[in-house]
């Protein structure tokens, strides 16, 4: 029998296998092109088995070093952690299936050096997932960080150069001036780095300086791209579509919210927070990004940065949800995860397939295109409901928390501002289907979508719809989240 220990060890080494053996099949690209698939469901496998044994209330604590007293790296199963893990890992294949038809299609240089690198932010992600403690998630969010630096600057050119020096500079930058010291300060004030369902600092830390220690964490934690630490993001467009993917979906900013969730539920806590205040003001800055760049969003052309400026938005949700320090809020930030991550990386599929197929980056240039591609419109168009919450798509539910917790937590400007985001989204997302269903054809492009980025493209859009409906295992996670406080 497999114990739960050895299913942590399959989930978190499975992409870092992938990540050694695909340099050394660089001649046979066909088996070099099998790892990834292969591995994301091995890796499926065993967070699922994770997930199953989370529901059935087992948990464990994997010590791989213990360096002193309240200070070791090592792997410990949490809800949350067992959500954002099976996220990961299962949305990896789809991405890894889809990265091989992008690559050949667009005929990429340096492949094996992008598939390395996307299994090595992978491992990282999971490592993040399972974290038992704040000096591990520190460890595997900077490895996070530098192991997807090749790929955002995978084409090696002036524009990709000067965004990697922008995404390292602000996700090293305030990691390390702000994060680091935060870490810090916990281990100062409790004497050690691990971290608990009730948080760990009520009683440890005068009241009146949390808020200051909970802006060193928000503002550490630069992969959740709260303005004004959101540039990296749009700017990190310039990689390939499946990088782009990579980051908006499966790893990167997932692990920042996931990271910004963890903190103020297992760090902080939310009775800490609700008694403190603490949070207020991370509400109201939320709340702003939320807005800000959803406007921004409708103004930009470039698909991929309209896309972009959408994921940012969205992420302000699941801060937003944390912050405010509710149990129904708090389920629907960790819901959220979940399907903000199947929403939008369809998104980014279909973005991907056009530029691969057409060349067409631009919005207004998809006039007309929805009859020559029905399929992958038609992706767009579900994925697209899903991010605005409309019913019978995953989205709807984790916005229905949200609200609920905002109405909870007796903030109806939130409650608002909620409404007024929707309605933006279905502007800024709906264009899209809209231009290539139903405007005048201005130009005639043969556009041929190859199967390798057809197929994972409408398996992700018809997972929005079957999340809808089979959500309760994923709902009983995040319940678990809030009853342990």
Not at 21 to 47: H, Q
Not at 81 to 88: K, P, Q, R, S
Not at 318 to 337: E, V
Request: with cysteine; glycine share 8%.
């Amino acid at each position: 029998m497999i114990t739960i220990e050895n299913f942590i060890l399959i989930t978190i080494l499975s992409p870092l296998i992938v990540c050694i053996l695909t340099p050394l099949f660089s001649k046979n690209t066909i088996l070099r092109d099998f790892l990834g698939p292969i591995g994301g469901v091995v890796s499926s496998w065993g967070a699922f088995n994770i997930m199953s044994s989370v529901l059935d209330n087992q948990s464990t604590n994997l010590e791989i070093v213990n360096i002193s007293e309240g200070i070791s790296i090592g792997f410990e199963i949490t809800p949350l952690g067992a959500i954002f893990g099976l996220v990961a890992s299962f949305l990896w294949i789809f991405a890894a299936i889809y990265s091989v038809g992008y690559m050949r299609g667009n005929k990429e240089k340096n492949q094996t050096r992008f598939y390395a690198f996307y299994a090595m932010a992978v491992h990282a992600a999971l490592c993040i997932a399972y974290a038992g403690d704040l000096l591990t998630l520190f460890i595997f969010y900077e490895v996070l960080t530098f192991s997807t630096y090749p790929l955002v600057t995978h084409k090696q050119n002036a524009l990709a150069q000067k965004a990697g020096r922008l995404y390292m500079s602000i996700l090293v930058g305030s990691s390390i001036i702000l994060l680091l010291p935060a870490i810090i300060w916990v281990w100062v004030a409790t004497g050690s780095l691990e971290m608990s369902q009730n948080g760990v600092l009520d009683g440890k830390i005068n009241e009146a300086y949390a808020p200051l220690l909970l802006a060193m964490f928000v503002f550490g934690i630069g992969k959740a791209a709260l303005m004004p630490i959101h540039k990296w993001l749009p700017a990190a467009m310039v990689a390939p579509t499946p990088v782009s993917a990579l980051l908006h979906a499966v790893a990167v900013v997932k692990a920042g919210v996931f990271t910004m969730l963890i903190v103020l539920t297992n760090v902080f806590g939310i009775d800490f927070l609700a008694k403190t205040g603490a949070s207020e003001w991370l509400i109201w800055l939320a709340s702003f990004t939320l807005l800000t760049t959803s406007i921004i969003a409708i103004y930009k052309d470039d698909l991929k940065a309209r896309l972009a400026f959408s994921t940012i938005s969205q992420l302000s949700y699941i801060t937003l949800g944390g912050a405010l320090a509710s149990s129904m809020a708090t389920q629907g930030a960790a819901l959220h995860i979940i399907t903000h991550a199947a929403g939008k990386i369809t998104l980014f599929f279909v973005a991907g397939a056009l530029y691969v197929c057409a060349k067409i980056s631009k919005i207004s240039d998809l006039n007309g295109h929805g009859i020559g591609a029905p399929l992958i419109f038609i992706a767009f168009f579900i994925g697209s409901l899903s991010i605005i919450g409309v019913p019978p798509m995953a989205g709807s539910w984790s916005k229905f928390f949200l609200m609920l917790g905002a109405a909870d937590s007796g903030y109806v400007i939130v409650i608002g501002v909620f409404c007024i985001s929707t309605i933006l989204n279905a502007f800024y997302l709906m264009e899209i289907p809209a231009r290539a269903f139903f405007f005048k054809k201005e130009r005639e492009i043969n556009i041929k979508i190859p199967k390798l980025i057809l197929i994972p493209t409408l398996i992700t859009s018809f997972l929005t719809i079957l999340l809808f409906f089979f959500i309760e295992p994923f709902q009983n996670l995040t319940s678990m989240i809030v009853s342990r406080i």
